[in-house]
């Protein structure tokens, strides 16, 4: 080499150097800025800050976990603090929740957002909101101006933006008063959006089967109910070959060529790729009943040790992170002067303390599943524009909706209204649908809840429960006089002249809905003889509050039976028996699915691999655990059995509509136990000689599942089938952020017919375990933490012990930080 090619050679090298030293040094400044921008959106946790509007100073003390006590002087400054504390906390969670509830995603994530934003834009809740504002109590509206402005000091007050902000390169807009009512919209979202898909699929049913073919098909209840009121009701029997033989139906799509009616139409909310809730239909290792519920009960003062009565709550909702839950303790006093102090769990967007203890009473809900949305056929009047109504034809009225897009020209969205709702689509036989619903009434909002924090009786807080504007739910009551009650909470209309069940048209005057029930007249049980309440969102009355209640789409009773059977086996309870039971994973219902399995396994012995299932069904161990191979292969025939019996029977459904869905049934282990139990030939698919042959292939079906990547069946656990991923939502857009926001995955035990609700997306938000006045020997815990910031100590805080179903305190722990909030700093 010569000396000029080894100088340049030198060069080369030194450039090549110093484009690396610069590179790296842009790298380490790049991410020490993101780290430093980061920091900047962390909630201030010591020290002193001014918060204007403050009628007096208020202390917010935080504990290892992360979970605040506040102390003030008054409700409204404990309000104006949590604003501050779930702004700096938890914002994005409660831009989410109320641009989801307004149909406002897609300003904030581009087009991708635009399909879930044309179906929840359709209710216009936006301007619900902001026309209900003004109809509720000076009280009220004070609490929500404390809290928004309380919102509003706390987002400012953070040096930079939260880190999703930073991310989107957005900006967070101002949280607005309405926004709150928002954020009670999206829980009417998630708790009964599926109630007209369900009274559509019923529609269908009948228009399309025989009517005794449908009523099987689609019961109420049956043997596994384990209500409050009245007994289960009886399985009913398969209709007779006369009604329906698989044999000899010809689907009527094939008879007459007919499909989807020209005019049908679907709403995104009644459509899979629209729905909010994905349904898997009819895949094997995938239940398709919905995870959405929840737990309580409780039991009176004569048993426990203490002689106080005892609750016991776990919501199963989306799990996700951060949780939807916000824990913290209240202090303050009331216009009497009385000290008051309130624990339990808060929702980010709302100043409300929503479950929790009082020291003289505990409350809980779970979903109720009665019926509170009716779909109504129109009938057309005199032109296009309008349509019958009982005092003769109405015109529509248009509302024009703008939703904005992110990096893309906005949309303009038609919505046409009627006397009874918006009109929501056409169903296959080309009907016009509207739909009524009751979060679509002013009353559906108010904060009458709050109320519960300073009751002292089952009766004081059983009136409150009956004026609360929140979706219905089943709400448990539990005194430390030792008495409990049961009752509904929300809005419930007053039908005439129909069920509810079915679409019907309601330009006769016929049939519809007046007026709302009056608090004296809601359904309630207080003081049951036994000392033991239950529900678990199935049918929880029987007779005339059943015909007021409705039937929504009621879970099957297996979880509540469960539940019942085992407050019946004690005479005496405490905490740790209730952490016990929410914690039960034993597979109950499948008991006898694994008896059929294991009688057609031993009708194949041609193939060595199922003497292996055989042995892992023998010794599957009765519960939902992480590591069963046998519950896993239960669960799996189960469903593969479902799938060829209904096949044939549903068949002309899925002819008119692809999108039928049977699983919107959730009785449907009533009539399929019926069917296999007892194995009438004009009901089984023609594909198969008999039953036997039909269970023989749903064996081998689950088999060929099993070991369909030829990986030993041993490794098939049910936690390798359902693994719980807990994500935050941006990691569903940056998968590169998994690692850094996300739970990692975790084989936990549970299933979706037990006590211990847990699927792979789903699960308890909480478990709450309460004696008021014995708070200190409380239980609750939750997945996730307290903050939804990732540098926070406090982000992943607590899961640990929830995963694992460790016992962790109500009540705060010993303080380690100390923020006093004052008008002037």
């Known amino acids: ?41 962390l909630p201030q946790l010591d020290g002193v800050a001014a918060l204007p509007g ?74 619900r909101a902001q026309h209900l504002l003004p109809t509720l109590s000076a009280a009220e509206q004070a609490l929500i101006a404390a809290y928004t402005e309380g919102v509003n000091a706390g987002l400012a007050a953070l040096s930079t933006s939260p880190f999703e902000y930073l991310l989107l390169r957005a900006t967070p807009q101002p949280w607005r008063p309405e926004d709150t009512a928002l954020v ?44 409050l009121q009245g007994e289960p009701f009886a399985a009913l029997s398969p209709p007779g070959p006369e009604v329906f033989n698989t044999a000899t139906a010809i689907s009527e799509a094939d008879r007459v060529g007919l499909s989807n009616h020209p005019g049908a139409t679907r709403h995104p909310s009644l459509s899979k790729e629209g729905n909010s809730y994905p349904v898997n239909r009819w895949a094997l290792t995938g239940e398709t009943d919905s995870p959405r519920g929840s737990n309580n009960w409780a039991v ?18 989306t799990l996700r992170i951060p949780n939807i839950w916000y824990r ?48 109504v056929l129109l009938e057309p009047g005199d032109s296009a524009a309008t349509y019958r109504t009982p005092d003769g034809p109405r015109p529509f009225q248009t509302f024009r909706e703008i939703i904005r897009v992110k990096d893309g020209p906005a949309e303009t969205l038609e919505i046409l209204e009627t006397i009874w709702g918006p009109v929501l ?10 739909l009524r619903w009751v979060a679509h009434d002013l009353r559906a909002v108010n904060l009458k809840l709050m109320e519960l924090e300073q009751a ?57 809905w007046n007026g709302w029930l009056e608090p004296a007249e809601y359904p309630q049980i207080v003081d049951p003889p036994s000392g033991r309440l239950w529900t678990a969102n199935g049918r929880v009355v029987a007779n005339a509050w059943l015909d007021v209640v409705g039937d929504g789409g009621y879970a099957l009773g297996a979880r509540a039976r469960q539940i019942r059977d085992a407050l019946l086996t004690r005479e005496q309870f405490a905490e740790a028996d209730f952490l016990t039971l929410q914690l039960d994973d034993r597979a109950l219902l499948l008991e006898r699915w694994r008896e059929v399995l294991l009688t057609t396994l031993a009708r194949l012995t041609a193939d060595p691999r199922y003497e292996e299932l055989r042995k892992f069904v023998t010794d599957w161990g009765q519960r939902a655990a992480p590591d069963s191979v046998g519950y896993r292969a239960v669960r799996t025939f189960r469903l593969a059995v479902r799938e060829r019996v209904f096949a044939p029977l549903i068949a002309a459904c899925q002819d008119v509509d692809p999108d ?59 936690g390798d089938a359902q693994p719980v991923h807990i994500r935050h939502p941006f990691s569903r857009i940056l998968p590169w952020l998994s690692g850094w926001l996300d739970i990692p995955m975790q084989r936990l035990p549970g299933d979706l017919y037990m006590p211990r609700l847990q699927t792979a997306t789903n699960g308890a938000s909480q478990r709450l375990v309460v004696a008021p006045g014995r708070e200190a020997s409380a239980i609750l815990h939750s997945p996730g933490g307290q903050s939804g910031h990732p540098l926070s100590p406090y982000y992943r805080a607590g899961h640990d012990a929830w995963a694992a179903g460790r016992p962790t305190p109500l009540e705060p722990g010993p303080p380690q930080h100390r923020l006093m909030l004052q008008s002037q700093p």
């Open 425 to 434: 689509d056409h169903d296959h036989q080309g009907h016009q649908r509207v």
């Open 300 to 317: 009176a003062g004569r048993l426990t040790a203490h002689g106080g009565a005892m609750l016991a709550n776990d919501m199963h909702l």
């Open 456 to 512: 002292e009786t089952l009766e004081a807080a059983l009136d409150i429960a009956h004026r609360t504007g929140a979706p219905a739910q089943n709400f448990l009551l539990a005194g430390a006089d030792g008495r409990i009650a049961w009752t509904l909470t929300g809005t419930i209309p007053r039908r005439f002249g129909h069920t509810g069940r079915l679409p019907t048209a309601w330009a006769e005057g016929q049939r519809g």
């Open 184 to 227: 009670v919209y999206a829980m009417y979202l998630d708790l009964q959006d599926r109630q007209w898909l369900t009274e559509s699929a019923r529609g269908l049913l009948r228009d399309r089967l025989p009517l005794a073919l449908a009523d099987f098909l689609d019961p109420v209840g049956g043997d596994w109910d384990a209500p």
């Open 660 to 718: 039928f869905d049977y699983s919107a049934f959730r009785q449907h282990e009533g009539p399929l136990w019926q069917l296999v139990a007892q194995q009438p030939p004009h009901l089984l698919d023609p594909r198969y000689r008999d039953w036997p042959a039909l269970l023989q292939d749903a064996a081998d079906a689950v088999l060929t599942e099993l070991t369909a990547d030829g990986r030993p069946l041993a490794t098939k656990t049910w």
């Open 54 to 127: 403050l009628n007096a100073p208020v202390a917010i003390e935080r504990d290892g976990l992360g979970i605040p006590t506040i102390r003030g002087e008054t409700r409204v400054d404990i309000a104006r603090a949590l604003g501050v504390i779930h702004a700096q906390e938890r914002f994005f969670q409660m831009d989410l929740t109320r641009r989801r509830a307004a149909g406002e995603l897609a300003e904030l994530f581009g087009a991708k957002a635009l399909g879930l934003d044309r179906a929840n834009r359709l209710h216009r809740f936006r301007q």
């Open 1 to 41: 080499m010569t000396i000029r090619e080894n100088v340049c050679r030198r060069r080369r090298i030194r450039r090549i150097q110093w484009g690396a030293g610069l590179l790296l040094a842009l790298l380490v400044s790049t991410a020490i800025g993101l780290y430093v921008a980061l920091q900047g959106s």
């Open 328 to 375: 913290a303790t209240f202090m303050y006093r009331d216009a009497q002067g009385q000290e008051r102090r309130i624990s339990g769990v808060t929702l980010p967007g709302a100043p409300a303390m929503v479950a929790g203890s009082n020291g003289y009473l505990a409350w809980g809900y779970t979903n109720s599943e009665g019926d509170w949305a009716d779909l």
